[in-house]
């Protein structure tokens, strides 16, 4: 319920004057109908004036010429015959007044209850935003350090994936060499071979140099295999690399997720604490409603 807009004691003054001129005794409602306003308020601001602009004492009679006293007194004549009547209208236009100041008390009152209502609830909002707030801020914590641990070990294995590739590349040439020297004895293989067709007999020198050649090309071949070995190792190491690649991607994407969910609260909770003020405000002694006349 929206609270009337406030009235001015200057506007009370100047339709207290205006109704004064007029011949007509100002009163709440009739000031309430010229300028608008709650009755609680104006009540007080037609009081101040009354207050302010005593009614003018009577004449003694005996500073009165005779004829005047004689029109005086007719005219008393003439206003307590009317009196009784217009004491009735005033009394009952007084009541309509403290009976409209009471009804607009109630609601007054009831709005107050209300936005206590209001206050305590965004009491409790605010403090649950709170709780919501510091719970992801120490969860977005949690999950920066586990992102620089991630990092840490995404730059170790960085690292070794270096080192790897370089044995890789180390092993590649050896075992470009072992090729090299393969294919060599192939050669002296197939040249002996040859020779050893050509001159079966009588040729012990050929013999030894082919179990030479023999025993070369298993040595070759047994480092060859090592190297193979070596190759597949490092290629396992260059797939654990991608893995914690992969983990850190999503750890950066969940921080990021994080970060947005947080100020989003930041900002839920200072409208609340908004609104919660607006309300408080409400309620301070400056806006009480008024007690109405007793």
Same mark, same amino acid.
């Given at each position: ?153 995404? &730059? !170790?294995?960085?690292? +070794? #994936?270096?080192? $790897?590739?370089?044995?890789?590349? /180390?092993?590649?040439? %050896? *075992? @470009?060499? =072992? ?48 190297? &193979? !070995?070596?190759?597949? +190792? #490092?290629?396992? $190491?260059?797939?654990?690399?991608? /893995?914690?690649?992969? %983990? *850190? @991607?999503? =750890? ?43």
């Amino acid at each position: 319920m929206a609270r009337p807009d406030a009235v001015t004691y200057e506007q009370v003054e100047l339709a207290c004057a205006q109704l004064k001129a007029e011949g007509i005794e100002p009163s709440v409602r009739l000031v309430v109908q010229r300028v608008g306003g709650s009755n609680t308020t104006v009540l007080e601001h037609v009081k101040r004036w009354k207050a302010s602009n005593p009614k003018t004492a009577p004449v003694r009679s005996d500073e009165l010429p005779i004829d005047v006293m004689g029109s005086l007194q007719a005219m008393r004549d003439r206003a307590e015959a009317t009196g009784e009547a217009k004491f009735a209208a005033r009394l009952k236009e007084a009541e309509d007044e403290r009976n409209d100041v009471v009804k607009e008390n109630k609601q007054l009152q009831a709005q107050n209850a209300g936005l206590q209502v209001e206050v305590s609830e965004l009491a409790t909002e605010r403090d649950t935003l709170k709780g919501q707030v510091q719970s992801h801020e120490l969860e977005l914590q949690t999950l920066r350090e586990q992102l620089k641990r991630e990092q840490e070990s995404a &730059q !170790a294995a960085r690292v +070794e #994936l270096a080192k $790897a590739q370089l044995k890789v590349e /180390a092993a590649d040439s %050896r *075992v @470009a060499e =072992a090729q090299q020297r393969e294919t060599k004895a192939l050669a002296d293989v197939s040249r002996v071979s040859a020779a050893l067709d050509a001159e079966r007999t009588g040729r012990a020198g050929a013999a030894n140099r082919a179990a030479v050649a023999e025993s070369q090309l298993a040595s070759t071949a047994t480092s060859l295999q090592a190297g &193979q !070995a070596r190759v597949q +190792e #490092l290629q396992t $190491a260059v797939k654990e690399h991608d /893995a914690i690649v992969a %983990r *850190v @991607a999503g =750890a950066e994407a969940m921080a990021t997720q994080l970060r947005s969910t947080v100020e989003m609260l930041r900002e839920l909770l200072q409208a609340a604490e908004e609104r919660s003020g607006r309300a408080v405000a409400q309620l301070s002694p400056s806006g009480q409603p008024g007690t109405g006349e007793k």
